[in-house]
């Protein structure tokens, strides 16, 4: 820049010094309403689009794809074009090179122009970069396949209570109990016969913390019989689901815990009315979860009378049908009353159901056993 062009400068500088504009309230208030603008912005996606929950990490967890927050995603698609031993190029070299590139700027582009037509070098330069990193960022929203439906996360106490009473039933039920008062197991290999002590006492939930029941489930007691549930050490239990699990424990069996009115029914059964037909989606598959899926699944003996579905109660065991519509001497009414017929012996074996859910399954079977509620 010569003399001439520094003159110049200099008395644009003075002239819009003297017609500028005061920074209270002028530059003050525009760069609160642009503030005030983007707290709306940001107000507005957290209300409408949110954030989805993912699990906790979990290195068990070979399900689960990686992928960070948007405002870096074009780096993880980058990353991808260095793959295995030249990983350290795309995180370490490139990066330098351009951060290098960026502080070394100024002195390739002299220019003293500041309107932004005139900057013919910088303002291609970072065009280029921010157009790359636009097109990176689209490109790893596309090609990054979502999350399996097995990793969507129980985000409220009443889904995580109730996340936890159907694990529960299914993976801790059969050795001790749909409501955790233990008794004589029986049918487990190398546990049959064997009297479990209730875990619903105040001796068990008071003097354990939850810590302590997640480490209990995750590692398992083998000396005790208990193999390890979580999937690090062999089982198939994630961590939210041992964390759920812990949660329908404490609130369930632990009388110092309080639910909150607006989770007053989870974990529970549905409350049937005087007059309400009952229906299987409504009424019985509560009870089937909590009462008999531990025993009533593949790999357990069972006469091959399935409980996982609708389909499964009315079709399946060696047996069938052991629910006939409309028959109250069908073979799932006599054993839960206790008999031992061909079809098997009582039902559950451990402790009979309570009368109230017994007479749900009743006047379930005598209105036809219907799936769905009538509309």
Known sequence: MNEVQKKEYKEKYLRAKRNGEKFFPDSLFRDMAVMFAIFLLLVGLAAFAGVPMEPR?????SA????????????????????????????????????????????????????????KLAIPFMSVIVAGMVVLTVWAAITTPPQPESTQVATTLSARIDAGQNLYSVNCAECHGPDGEGGVIQGVKGLDGYKMKPINSQDEMYTRTDNT????????????????FSKAYGGELSSDDISNIVTFMRYTWDNRVEKPKNVAQAGGIPVLGPNEIPNYDTNIAPIVTRYCVSCHRPGHEN????????NDIMNTGDHKPNVVPGDLNSNLIRMLHRETINAGGPMPPTKALSPDLINIFERWVKAGAPEKASK
């Not at 990686?66 to 990983?87: A, C, T, V």
């Not at 029941?213 to 390890?228: A, V």
């Open 57 to 61: 990490a979990d290195p068990s967890d």
């Open 64 to 119: 689960y794809i990686p992928r960070p927050e948007w405002y870096f995603l074009f780096l993880f698609q980058f990353l991808k074009f260095f793959p295995g031993s030249l990983e350290w190029v795309g995180t370490t070299i490139v990066p330098a090179l351009a951060v290098l590139a960026l502080l070394f700027l100024p002195f390739f582009d002299r220019n003293p122009a500041r309107f932004w037509t005139k900057r």
């Open 213 to 228: 029941l997640n480490n209990i489930i995750s590692y398992g007691q083998q000396n005790l019989g208990m193999p390890p």
């Open 303 to 310: 006469n091959n009378y399935m409980m996982g579905s609708y």
